[in-house]
T-cell receptor, first 114, second 115 residues
């Protein structure tokens, strides 16, 4: 069965600093991986997804993630944090069977300090 | 509408009360998902519809939870005899065809508080 682990429930960075949010997955088959962002009192918004094409995936708002099979990781990065990036971030893996059902990690809260 | 709409946004229920949560998916979207998000946790899958057919209800935590989508559009998640552990945000998502390559669009959720 697939699972997702997000290391660090809270990450704090200064504005302009590198953002690194960690995600490791467990899957017996090549996975489809996703990062979602959730702003307070909002639904989840897709940042980017990996579907076995390029291992470096670029998303919205300057975020990108790299799929590393050897490390079973899909970490999210952004070179320079902005105050508006403060939110909850979720990594997810799609369950096998192509149903679109997602298995989420527990989330990482990103705080951006001025 | 422009996005997935859920109502009510907030619901306070007394323990033992029945509640019904509504989801209006994006028009034309075939697939519809319900997730439960407890405080400080990631969303957890509840159930999945393709049109009016409920293809997977493996995530429903008990027989007190029931979901329907009778005409393949609007869906209702019903919880009978609510208990405190049912307190959570209930998220609805829809996608064009439910495949992994198709983006799922999420509603803002319904925050249920059972007192």
């Amino acid at each position: 069965a697939q699972s997702v682990t997000q290391l660090g429930s809270h990450v704090s960075v200064s504005e302009g600093a590198l953002v690194l949010l960690r995600c490791n997955y467990s899957s017996s088959v090549p996975p489809y991986l996703f990062w979602y962002v959730q702003y307070p009192n909002q639904g989840l918004q897709l940042l980017l997804k990996y579907t076995s094409a390029a291992t470096l995936v670029k998303g919205i708002n300057g975020f990108e993630a790299e799929f590393k099979k050897s490390e079973t990781s899909f970490h999210l990065t952004k070179p320079s944090a902005h105050m508006s990036d403060a939110a909850e971030y979720f990594c997810a893996v799609s369950e096998t069977g192509n149903t679109g059902k997602l298995i989420f990690g527990q989330g990482t809260t990103l705080q951006v300090k001025p | 509408g422009a996005g997935v709409s859920q109502s009510p946004r907030y619901k306070v229920a007394k323990r033992g009360q029945d509640v019904a949560l509504r989801c209006d998916p994006i028009s034309g979207h075939v697939s519809l998902f319900w997730y439960q998000q407890a405080l400080g946790q990631g969303p957890e899958f509840l159930t999945y519809f393709q049109n009016e057919a409920q293809l997977d209800k493996s995530g429903l935590p008990s027989d007190r939870f029931f979901a329907e989508r009778p005409e393949g559009s609007v869906s209702t998640l019903k919880i009978q005899r609510t208990q405190q552990e049912d307190s959570a945000v209930y998220l609805c998502a829809s996608s064009l065809d439910g495949g992994v390559n198709t983006e799922a669009f999420f509603g803002q959720g319904t925050r249920l508080t059972v007192v």
